[in-house]
C-alpha cells in the first residue's frame, strides 16, 4: 500500500475526489471512529464535566462527530479546503479552521482542556517545498500547541510514522516543547492493526492517562542498551569473529578459525 | 465560527507571538448569522472562567454590539434559576451568534484572514511561515 504523505501535500492530495472517497467509505469511517473512541479513552477526561477539544486534522469531521456524540465542544483545524468543506456539508458542530499545523496553532494560552489528532500529524514529517524544513515545523506545531493547552492538558494523537527515524523526531519535538509522555502501540504484534498513540501531558495534573493494559516496553529498550555496551565491552578476538561472521554471510572469502585466529602476535615476532 | 471562538484566536505569525495587539484579532466587514445550539449551562460556566472580557468586549464592539455589560459575570450556577437568563443571553451571544463571512485583522502585523463560509482562513504566505 502507498502511503499518502509520499503522493502529494495534504492540501493537494485531499481534493473533491478524494475527500468524498475518505468520507464515504464505510471501513475509513469505522476505523476513524474506532480511533477517536481509543484516543478518547487515553485522554481519561472526567466525564461528568463538560470539555473544550481540539481536534488537530480533523478532515471531514469523522472524528469530531464522536466528539460532539460524546459531549464534547470542539474546535477542528485542517489544511484541506475540500475536506473542510465536506464537513461543512456534513453540518458538524464544531468551528471549523483552515491552517497548516506546522505553522503553530492560532489560539491563546491556556483555551484547550485537551487536544486530539487521528492520522494526521505523520504529515508534518514531510518537507512539501524546498524552503520548508520538518524539523522546525514539528517543533512550531508542538510548541504552540503545548501553549494552547491548559495546565495539565493533554494530548493523545494517532498516527502512521513511516519508520522509526519519524517517531523518533516527533517525540524529540514534543519533549522539547515541555510535554511528557510516550507512545503507545496498540496490537503490536499485527502488522494490519498496529496503531501508534502518542500520549502527551502538558504539565502535572489531578486526573492520570487512562494506561489500562499497556505493557511497558522495557526488554526491548534494555536490549538496545545491551547491543551498544556489548559493543564497547567486546574483546578484540570477538571483534574479530564478529566481523568474520559478518563477512562470511556476505559470501566473502573469509579464513577459517583457528585457535590463532586473532591472537596477539608475540613481540619477537 | 462561533462568537465563543473570536475570544481565543490570535494571530499565528511568530513576530506577533509576544506581542500584546495580536489577540483579540480586529472584525472588519463582517456578516453574522445566528444558528441555534444546543443549551448546556454547565459548558458555559466552565468556559466563562478562562474569557478574556475584555476582548469580548472589543471584538462585540467591532461587530456592533455595545450593550455588553463592562464587567465579566461571575459566579453563576448553572441549576440556579435567578442565574438563567444571565447564562441564556451568554448562550445566544457565545455559541448562536456565528461569523459567516468577514475580515480579521492582527493589530500588530495588520496580516488580513479572511473568513469565508464560516471558516477562517489562516495559512500563511512562504514569506510568513
Known amino acids: 500500500m502507498s502511503r499518502p504523505e509520499q503522493i502529494a501535500p495534504p492540501e493537494v492530495f485531499y481534493n473533491d475526489t478524494e475527500s468524498y472517497k475518505y468520507t464515504s467509505s464505510t471501513r475509513v469511517q469505522h476505523i476513524q471512529a474506532k480511533m477517536t473512541l481509543r484516543a478518547l479513552e487515553l485522554l481519561n477526561l472526567d466525564k461528568d464535566a463538560p470539555h473544550f477539544l481540539l481536534d488537530l486534522g480533523c478532515g471531514s469531521g469523522l472524528s469530531g462527530e464522536i466528539l460532539t456524540e460524546e459531549g464534547y465542544n470542539w474546535i477542528g483545524m485542517d489544511i484541506s479546503a475540500n475536506m473542510l468543506a465536506t464537513a461543512l456539508d456534513r453540518e458538524v458542530d464544531g468551528d471549523l479552521f483552515l491552517s497548516d499545523l506546522g505553522n503553530g496553532v492560532p489560539f491563546r494560552a491556556g483555551t484547550f482542556d485537551a487536544a486530539i489528532s487521528i492520522s494526521a500529524i505523520q504529515w508534518l514529517c514531510n518537507a512539501d517545498t524546498a ?25 493523545v494523537a494517532q498516527f502512521y510514522p513511516m519508520n522509526d527515524s519519524q517517531t ?23 502488522k494490519r492493526h498496529k496503531k501508534y498513540y502518542l500520549v502527551l501531558t502538558a504539565g502535572m495534573s489531578e486526573r492520570n492517562i487512562n494506561l489500562e493494559g499497556a505493557e511497558m516496553d522495557a526488554p526491548e529498550i534494555k536490549k538496545k542498551i545491551n547491543k551498544k555496551l556489548r559493543r564497547k565491552l567486546e574483546t578484540s578476538k570477538e571483534f574479530v569473529n564478529r566481523k568474520k561472521e559478518t563477512m562470511r554471510r556476505r559470501g566473502k572469502n573469509v579464513a577459517n578459525d583457528s585457535k590463532f585466529s586473532a591472537r596477539k602476535r608475540r613481540p619477537r615476532f | 465560527m462561533k462568537f465563543l471562538t473570536t475570544n481565543f484566536v490570535k494571530c499565528p505569525i511568530k513576530g506577533c507571538q509576544s506581542s500584546l495587539d495580536a489577540f483579540p484579532l480586529k472584525y472588519e466587514e463582517c456578516q453574522l448569522a445566528q444558528e441555534e445550539q444546543e443549551y448546556n449551562p454547565e459548558f458555559l460556566c466552565h468556559m466563562l472562567e478562562r474569557l478574556d472580557w475584555n476582548a469580548i468586549l472589543k471584538v462585540a464592539h467591532d461587530l456592533g454590539n455595545d450593550s455588553l455589560p463592562p464587567t465579566k459575570p461571575e459566579d453563576l450556577d448553572p441549576i440556579m434559576e435567578d442565574d438563567q437568563a444571565i447564562l441564556k443571553d451568554l448562550h445566544t451571544l457565545l455559541l448562536e451568534t456565528q461569523v459567516v463571512d468577514g475580515k480579521m485583522v492582527c493589530k500588530n502585523c495588520q496580516h488580513i484572514y479572511y473568513i469565508k463560509n464560516s471558516i477562517p482562513n489562516f495559512l500563511l504566505p512562504p514569506h510568513l511561515c
Not at chain 1, 520538518?134 to 501553549?147: A, G, V
Not at chain 1, 516527533?170 to 503490536?188: C, E, M, N, T, V
Open chain 1, 131 to 155: 524552503n520548508v524544513d520538518p524539523k522546525k515545523r514539528l517543533l512550531t506545531f508542538f510548541n504552540t500547541l503545548y501553549s494552547s493547552l491548559r495546565r495539565g492538558g493533554k494530548f
Open chain 1, 168 to 190: 523518533e523526531s516527533i517525540l524529540g519535538a514534543a519533549k522539547i516543547a515541555g510535554f511528557g509522555g510516550g507512545l503507545i502501540i496498540d496490537d503490536p504484534e499485527s
